[in-house]
Antibody, heavy 118, light 111 residues
Framework: QVQLQESGPGLVKPSETLSLTCTVSGDSVTSDNSYWTWIRQPPGKEPEWIGYIFYTGSTNYNPSLERRVTISVDTSKNQFSLRLTSVTAADTAVYYC??????????WGQGALVTVSS | QSVLTQPPSVSGAPGQRVTISCTGSSSNIGAGYHVHWYQQLPGTAPKLLIYSNNNRPSGVPDRFSGSKSGTSASLAITGLQAEDEADYYCQSRDSSLSSYVFGTGTKVTVL
């Protein structure tokens, strides 16, 4: 079955850049009907959609984060990545990667807690 | 704060039926966008429970059902079981925000 796994630093300093990678197994990031997505969930709050990438490199970002977000894809490694610049404590959250299918998200990775603190 | 509002909590005894509402507006649910539901067990990632208003993915028990009307949607759980204790989130798309949006979340407690 399709599985996604997030990886990256669990602690980032304020004003620095958060970087995470999602490794996909059981499916190809070059799939014609999948959009590879990042979602985050601050402690005790609802999830927040960050954005997605299609294998061609086409992206779509949450306007509230667009100035600071970049999502990229590496088809040779079957991975996609997230970069979030100029982080603050408000960016502390569990970050999930997921596959989008016609506007819903399934499956999700297990999540990676990223804490922004000096 | 999310544009999709859910009750913070609902509870019921084993075997009972509970419903969770998801109230939106004319820029999301009322605009015709589908509603999807997720179940988040403690310490785990959200899992797709209902897609496109009323469809269950393979493996989801038929005790779970979804509906949509106007600017709102609902998730019903019949024959409530202890393993259903979790947080539940609705999700849709919002044209004004140009973004996918999640509901505020509802914690289901089995008494």
């Amino acid at each position: 079955q399709v599985q996604l796994q997030e990886s990256g630093p669990g602690l980032v300093k304020p004003s620095e850049t958060l970087s995470l990678t999602c490794t996909v197994s059981g499916d190809s990031v070059t799939s014609d009907n999948s959009y590879w997505t990042w979602i985050r969930q601050p402690p005790g709050k609802e999830p927040e959609w960050i954005g997605y990438i299609f294998y061609t490199g086409s992206t779509n970002y949450n306007p509230s984060l667009e100035r600071r977000v970049t999502i990229s894809v590496d088809t040779s490694k079957n991975q996609f990545s997230l970069r979030l610049t100029s982080v603050t404590a408000a960016d502390t959250a569990v970050y999930y990667c997921a596959r989008e299918n016609i506007n819903w998200f399934d499956p999700w990775g297990q999540g990676a807690l990223v804490t922004v603190s000096s | 704060q999310s544009v999709l509002t859910q009750p913070p909590s609902v509870s019921g005894a084993p075997g009972q039926r509970v419903t969770i509402s998801c109230t939106g507006s004319s820029s999301n649910i009322g605009a015709g966008y589908h509603v999807h539901w997720y179940q988040q067990l403690p310490g785990t990632a959200p899992k797709l429970l209902i897609y496109s208003n009323n469809n269950r993915p393979s493996g989801v028990p038929d005790r779970f059902s979804g509906s949509k009307s106007g600017t709102s949607a609902s998730l019903a759980i019949t024959g409530l079981q202890a393993e259903d204790e979790a947080d539940y989130y609705c999700q849709s798309r919002d044209s004004s925000l140009s973004s996918y949006v999640f509901g505020t979340g509802t914690k289901v407690t089995v008494l």
